[in-house]
């Protein structure tokens, strides 16, 4: 038998499997197939980046609905009633004062407390320049 890479064997492709002939190192039924397993994989590969940009976009969106034109107070319940989440931000900006201000894009909010209750202080920039580089901050 002369070994031209076709293979008489059956095998099943791996997205729709149907079964197919072809050369051996032919993984996939049709061209349709090949496409359609390596966008599932960038898919797969790009979730966790899609899920990170997806909270910062929802807590832009928070802060933009919550701040009236200047920096604006609200207390912590507030903005965890709206599913707000704290943990995700797109940059920091920190001040002289050694205050931290946490940025979805454009808009941010200062963490504080004031008389014992946890409030934050939500700021809107001009800039969507990414804050600081964090070698500057050390020390
Ligand atoms: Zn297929």
């Avoid at 059956?10 to 190192?25: A, E, L, S, Y």
């Avoid at 609200?74 to 205050?99: G, I, Q």
Wanted: contains cysteine.
């Amino acid at each position: 038998m002369v070994n031209d890479g076709f293979s008489t064997d059956f095998r099943h492709c791996p997205v729709c499997n149907t079964r197919f002939k072809g050369r051996k190192d032919k993984r996939y039924c049709s061209e349709d197939c090949r496409a359609a397993y390596n966008r599932s994989q960038r898919k797969a590969a790009e979730a966790p980046l899609n899920h990170v940009l997806s909270v910062i976009r929802k807590n832009r969106g928070i802060l933009k609905k919550l701040w009236k034109g200047k920096a604006t107070m609200v207390s912590r319940e507030r903005l965890m009633a709206l599913d707000f989440d704290p943990a995700v931000f797109s940059s920091t900006h920190v001040t002289s004062r050694r205050e931290t201000y946490y940025f979805s894009g454009d808009y941010g909010f200062l963490p504080k407390t004031r008389e014992k209750s946890e409030v934050a202080l939500i700021v809107q920039r001009e800039s969507h320049a990414t804050g600081q580089d964090p070698w500057t901050m050390i020390n």
